[in-house]
């Protein structure tokens, strides 16, 4: 067997460097790059970069100004690849891993691959009850797969391992690759088959024949079945198939935040977003139904409102899911398979099955009834003070334009979610609504530079874009253009004394280097809206807002 004499971060890099996975676009990289964070180029990325991994190569070198941004753009960049590719982020130093935590909670949670590649001091944290403790640690509970990587040769196991996890959709989520201070300079003779170019699929795992049958006996009695499209719609690429297969049996249609977009909103069987921060049409459908097929979500209780928005005593839920203790849940019938190929199978299955037409016709009258409120909110006013809605409906009305909406926060994100009319799951990006200390600055970053094509708009209030414009400077030093609209509703004002000055974010963009522009009324925004999707640089709006948090 040939080998070859590597440093620990040499064979990391060349490791990571050798992977592709499959898309429908083609083979692409399966890492896509690495982060390094504060600025600046430490040991590992040092290491990295002498072999092979680049600013401008094949394997690209990415610098934040902090580490928790950097995570984030990460899991922000999984999530618009569609989990395809991922990033990986190195950190030295005892305090740098904790700042990684808030985001890879978060690719834990939404089952996003992320690579955290902390350097481990060679002190430990000084715990008297436990002298093996080191910073890193704190990334244990929130990693899917966590190892201490001590010496070269563990990495044979280890780097494989994580492959794995980031390639199956029902185990996706963090690995954290704890890489110690002296191991760095080690070497070892690896295999040389080890750092081979492999290529890498998703699989599509096939339902069962049993639960298949069992849960289209189910759907063929139902009365009033409805579709709830979840995340899972999203990454098995299903979006098509399954708007199929609702025309052909009439069954409307309802999204979850992470299933916003996988049919378009123009459909006539989809209703919109779900739950308490849903449309009129999906809540009062979601109320009488007596069937609910639960497409690749997990049912969670703030997204879909579980106590009381299923309100029929009758009701009986499928669960089509890739993950089977997802599938278990509520004691619903369960089909554990992949959305494209479980849409597909049960398709087949009830091949003859039509919802009752008055269903179908309360459906569609429910769904022309939201349309007029949501049309009220989102039309634009002579107010010197625009609701955020209205912002959402002028940057609707760009017309033309492939672009992606960020919303930094919670508030935010429900407005976007409840009103914001989505041809496709790139036009809506729920990710870093969460995470305000880092804020969607940096999920921005990440979706433009796994979309590069796309125009992304940022959506963040004052207060946020306060904590996190520092990542305008990364933005810029990557030529990825954003356009941050940073919505004033002068709160911040409030607690000061009234001859405190306004804090003034135009020109505090225009010192980072974006171009930077005020706008008063909508009339005035959609024309500095205009140039900004005109130039090619990072663009910062500011406007002066009723409200921060969208819609009544």
């Known amino acids: 067997m040939k080998t070859v004499r590597l440093t620990l971060a040499q064979a990391v890099a060349r490791f990571l460097a050798a992977q592709a996975i499959d898309t429908p676009s083609g083979p692409k990289p399966l890492f896509a790059g690495c982060w390094s964070g504060s600025g600046r180029i430490g040991k590992l990325p040092e290491a990295l970069r002498g072999s092979g991994v680049t600013e401008g190569g094949g394997l690209p070198l990415y610098r934040a100004l902090n580490e928790g941004a950097m995570a984030v753009a990460a899991t922000g960049f999984a999530k618009a690849s569609l989990r395809r590719q991922v990033m990986a982020c190195v950190t030295e130093g005892q305090s740098a891993a904790g700042a990684l935590v808030p985001a890879a909670t978060r690719a834990r949670v939404s089952r996003l691959p992320l690579l955290l590649l902390p350097v481990d001091d060679s002190a430990t944290l000084e715990d008297f009850q436990d002298g093996t403790a080191f910073a890193s640690d704190c990334l244990k509970p929130v990693s899917r797969y966590f190892d201490r990587i001590s010496r070269p040769e563990q990495i044979l196991e280890a780097l494989p391992r994580a492959v794995g996890i980031f390639t199956d959709a029902s185990a996706c989520g963090p690995v954290t690759l704890a890489l110690g201070e002296n191991a760095l300079g080690q070497t070892h003779d690896f295999p040389e088959t080890f750092f081979l170019p492999t290529r890498h699929r998703i699989r599509r795992p096939q339902p069962d024949i049993r639960e298949l049958s069992a849960a289209a006996r189910v759907l063929e009695r139902a009365r009033k079945p409805l ?23 009439g069954l409307p249609i309802a999204e979850t935040r992470a299933g916003k977009g996988v049919v378009s909103w123009d459909n006539p069987l989809n209703l919109g977003a779900i739950g308490p921060k849903g449309t009129g049409a999906a809540t009062a459908l979601a109320a009488e139904a007596d069937l609910v097929l639960a497409v690749g979500t997990r049912l969670a209780g703030v ?246 948090l969208g819609s009544e």
């Open 227 to 249: 579709i709830l499209a979840g995340g899972g719609v999203r990454y098995s690429e299903a979006g098509t198939v399954l708007a199929e297969f609702a025309e052909r049996h």
């Open 303 to 548: 997204a879909v409102g579980t106590n009381g928005l299923f309100a029929n005593p009758e009701l009986r839920l499928i669960h089509l899911n890739i993950a089977p203790h997802d599938a278990a849940k509520h004691r619903g019938l369960a089909i554990v398979a992949d959305a494209w190929v479980g849409i597909e199978a049960l398709d087949h299955t009830i091949a003859n099955y039509q919802a009752p037409y008055d269903w179908r016709e309360r459906a569609g009258l429910e769904k022309q009834a939201w349309l007029q409120v949501a049309d009220r909110e989102l039309a634009a006013d002579n107010a010197l003070r625009p609701t955020a809605a209205q912002i959402i409906g002028a940057i609707s009305r760009r017309g033309g334009v492939a672009a992606t909406i960020v919303p930094a926060d919670d508030g935010l994100a429900g407005a976007v979610n409840r009103l914001g009319r989505t041809a496709g799951v790139d036009d809506f990006h729920l990710g870093a609504s969460r995470l305000p200390i880092v804020g969607a600055i940096a999920d921005g970053l990440g979706v433009k530079l796994a979309l590069p094509e796309r125009e992304v708009f940022v959506l963040i209030t004052g207060h946020d874009y306060l904590s996190a414009s520092s990542e305008i400077v990364a933005a810029l030093g990557l030529a990825a253009k954003l356009i941050i609209v940073v919505l004033d509703d002068d709160s911040l004002a409030r607690p000061r004394p009234t001859s405190s000055p306004a804090i003034g974010f135009t020109a505090h963009a225009a010192s980072l280097g974006a171009v930077a522009a005020h706008a008063t009324g909508i009339a005035e925004f959609e024309q500095a809206l205009t140039r900004a999707l005109g130039n090619d640089k990072t663009t910062v709006l500011v406007i002066e807002t009723a409200t921060a």
